[in-house]
């Protein structure tokens, strides 16, 4: 599975959008991106994936560039509760078991 | 029943003791996964279990042995922990089937004294 980078930490107001980047410049043609959350002693929370178009559900959106190099995840209003580290992966959509390899995430601050 | 259920939450141990942790879904995932976090660190793969048979074993001391009796349940046995070994916990399940996420479990936070 592919590396990723993401920046240790970011803020955001609340109520405003947060956008979290994510390199992943090895990323295999077979491989998704994969978003994860951990909000502090919790087990983490699946975000979205995708492979190569935008993708959109009711708690993000991920944009992925056409080379598939790097990826942004938006939280288009971010709140208090958005408080977490949140993780990007990248992986092999193959139907087996496979291997999810935790980077070391951005921890996202939401200020009032 | 979109769950994965972790007991128990908080495991006390004593070096030479022997203990279990459980982790159970009833999604019918058959991949099933045990991660080990640190504070401030990702969680570390440790095993995968495929079809109820380890597929990954993440080069994991032997003083933690996985078991994973049928497609819904997934055990973790601690035997002879070192403080070190102290640590969050954390199971995962998937659909092996398509290309879905993994649901995780609260996970034990496991304290060995």
């Known amino acids: 599975d592919a590396k990723t980078t993401q920046p240790p930490s970011m803020d955001c107001a609340e109520g405003r959008a947060a956008n979290l980047p994510c390199n992943h410049s090895?990323?295999?043609?077979?491989?998704?991106v994969y978003w994860y959350r951990q909000i502090h002693s919790q087990g983490p929370q699946y975000i979205i994936h995708?492979?190569?178009n935008n993708e959109t559900n009711e708690m993000a959106s991920l944009i992925i560039t056409e080379d598939r190099k790097s990826s942004t995840l938006i939280l288009p209003h971010a709140t208090l509760r958005d408080t977490a580290v949140y993780y990007c992966?990248?992986?092999?959509?193959?139907?087996?078991?496979?291997?999810?390899?935790f980077g070391d995430g951005t921890t996202l601050t939401v200020k009032p | 029943d979109t769950e994965v259920t972790q007991t128990p939450k908080h495991l006390v141990m004593g070096m030479t003791n022997k203990k279990s942790l459980k982790c159970e879904q009833h999604?019918?995932?058959?991949?099933m996964y045990w991660y080990k976090q640190k504070a401030k660190k990702p969680p570390e793969l440790m095993f995968v279990?495929?079809?109820?048979?380890?597929?990954i074993n993440e080069s994991v001391p032997s003083r933690f042995s996985p078991e994973c009796p049928n497609s819904s349940l997934l055990n973790l046995h601690l035997h002879a922990l070192q403080p070190e070994d102290s640590a969050l916990y954390l199971c995962?399940?998937?659909?092996?089937?398509?290309?879905?996420?993994?649901?995780f479990g609260q996970g034990t936070r496991l304290t060995v004294v």
């Open positions: 995962a399940s998937r659909n092996r089937a398509l290309n879905t996420e993994a649901f």
């Open positions: 090895t990323i295999s043609g077979n491989e998704y």
């Open positions: 995708g492979l190569k």
């Open positions: 992966i990248v992986r092999v959509a193959l139907t087996n078991a496979g291997k999810s390899t």
């Open positions: 999604m019918g995932h058959r991949a």
């Open positions: 279990y495929s079809y109820e048979k380890l597929s």
